[in-house]
């Protein structure tokens, strides 16, 4: 009976959070990613301090200098995305009349295009499809994730502010030296696991949106540089999200020059270049940083997909991963993070 009465209240504790994390994400979204960022660029804050001329610079100077270029970035990739999207509707029309095009050298090819049915069935599909009226609405919603970010850069700042007087206010919190030594040396294993594995994860992630605009550039793909930030964004979410990210320069690829066989290269050359990102080089730079079980992958793509939806995708793994590493460092928890890897080996 005590078994399903602790049974029962685990239930509703893990219901309610569930239900406070859905109605929540105004709130909690922008500062779980100033948080996840946070981490990256403290990372990249201790990085510059090995430096030969940057190093000299105090850390405060290194944190305020992280901190306006990454503000500066993120203006200028939303401005970069907003302007995208408003070249986007100049050049729909174009577009479908490529696809318009193609579809009819495919009917011409089947020899269904002198079939009675061929124009009913035009009329209800192709003719049917059109993106223009979804840009608009679009272009709105992009209001909203520019306060998103506006919160991002103030909590990450004030998070960096408070970073440095956290030891001082743990010592008076704690007030023994002994377990204010094991706690600090257990928050930093902490910090320098999950700050170690969302730089590499952001690097392999610039990497292969930097390979992709290449191929994308090559291949002359409108709005390389946008499709290479959301392959680069979109490789945060593990197995589905790659493929994902090539899909949509592919599909553009074929509405833009209406060839199948341009498109079908260009699909080759981005899952070349997915193939050794993926099979080569991130196994080898994220060493045992990423080592979740695929049901926990899988779990937590759908959780929190369901919560947040694309945002929740995007920030999945980070946020597992980080977690398996804090249940690590602590021994009474290290066993659950033994469970959720993959090879036990945490």
Known sequence: MIGLRQTTYLLALVIMIGWLLHIGKPVLLPVIIAMIAL????NVTSRLGEVPVIGLLPAIVRRVLVLVSFTVLLVLISAYVVETFSQVATVLPRYESNLDEL???AANA?????????????????????????IGPFLLSL??????????????????????????????AIGDKTKEDRTLDLLDRINTRVGDYLAVKTTVNIIVGGLSFVVLVAFGIDFALF??????????????????GVLFPILLGLAQFGSFTLSAALAVSLTVVQLFVAGFLEPRMMSRAFNLSPFVVLFALAFWSALWGLPGA?????????????????????????????????
């Open 39 to 42: 981490y990256i660029l403290g």
């Open 143 to 172: 209001r909203g994730l520019g306060g998103t970010l506006f919160l991002v850069v103030l909590y990450a700042g004030f998070f960096m502010a408070e970073r440095t007087g956290m030891a001082a206010k743990l010592a008076l």
């Open 227 to 244: 499709w290479a930030i959301l392959i680069g964004l979109l490789n945060y979410i593990p197995y589905i999200g790659s493929m994902i």
């Open 314 to 346: 995007v920030l999945a793994v980070p946020l597992t991963a980080s977690m398996i590493i804090m249940l690590a460092e602590i021994e009474t928890t290290r066993p659950v993070a033994i469970l959720l890897s993959a090879s036990g080996k945490v």
């Open 103 to 105: 579809v009819l050298r």
């Open 110 to 134: 089947f020899d269904v295009v002198d079939q009675p049915n061929w124009e009913t069935i035009r009329a209800a599909t192709i003719d049917r499809f059109s993106i223009t009226p979804y």
